[in-house]
């Protein structure tokens, strides 16, 4: 058995592929909210968060071979916990970890934390799209108050994440429900609706959307502050399924 810890748009291609090589699959995401894993009978699905005793029970009461982490590149903490857990499981792990989407001579104002991240972006004084999610609220409102700036946050419509901009002072009007990834026509439609000026984002690969970003805020004279990757990479990282799959090859065989 493989534990996929997924929750990401590669969840269903790589419980797929391990499916299809010969492994049974189980599929392990934080919430219960509509995820395609992969239609093959190999797969199967558990859903809800793990901490580091409950993640151990689950790889003994399952007995899981190896941990393929599916995770969102910023995930930081479901990483380092499924990483403790198969050190101490004594099972292989290994990570699929999208490529950066942000390049070098892109025009776009870096941040290394969410608070770094709400000042640069309040302080060209300007209407801001959050599309970072719907956690990680709090220094953006608070920053946006604090300078008088219009905040706008782009979030899944699921009861979870509109709770969470309640939960922060987000007003309804403020709250644009949509899930993702979006088109440089959709995120420039969205832009010009709000009159947005700075959009911030996280560098989540072109899985995530951002090339689209990126292009629509260059095309609509808008600003795009980036918060950065955790600086630490996870161990036995790779950029594609298939490359993954090799290496878990040499582990644990079909």
Do not use: W
């Not at 025009?107 to 300007?126: D, I, P, Q, Y």
């Not at 999610?133 to 699921?158: D, I, K, M, N, Q």
């Not at 560098?203 to 292009?215: F, I, M």
């Amino acid at each position: 058995m493989i534990l996929l810890l997924g929750g990401t748009s590669e969840t269903a291609a790589m419980a797929t592929l391990l499916a299809e090589t010969g492994y049974k699959v189980l599929v392990s995401t934080a919430t219960d909210i509509a995820l395609d894993v992969g239609q093959h009978p190999a797969i199967s699905r558990r859903t809800g968060p793990l901490d580091g005793e409950q993640m151990a029970a689950l790889i003994r009461s399952a007995g899981v071979q190896a941990i393929v982490d599916a995770t969102h590149p910023y995930a930081v903490n479901v990483k380092a916990i499924a990483q403790r857990a198969s050190r101490e499981a004594g099972v292989p792990y290994f990570a699929l970890l999208r490529p950066t989407a942000v390049r070098p001579d892109d025009s776009v104002h870096l941040a290394s934390t969410h608070e770094e991240a709400a000042a640069k972006a309040c302080a060209f004084g300007r209407p801001i799209l959050l599309t970072t999610g719907s956690r990680h609220l709090v220094p953006y409102v608070r920053e946006a108050r604090r300078t008088g700036c219009l905040l706008f946050v782009r979030v899944l419509p699921e009861p979870a994440s509109l709770e969470a901009c309640r939960d922060a002072g987000i007003p309804p009007e403020a709250m644009v429900t949509a899930r993702g990834p979006f088109s440089v026509a959709e995120n420039g439609a969205a832009i010009r609706q709000h009159r947005i000026g700075v959009l911030v984002t996280k560098d989540s690969g072109a899985e995530g959307g951002v090339p689209a970003k990126l292009e629509a805020a260059s095309a609509e004279g808008c600003q795009v502050v980036v918060v950065a990757r955790p600086q630490v990479a996870p161990p036995n990282c790779f950029p594609t399924p298939k490359d993954l799959l090799a290496a878990l090859g040499q582990a644990v065989r079909p």
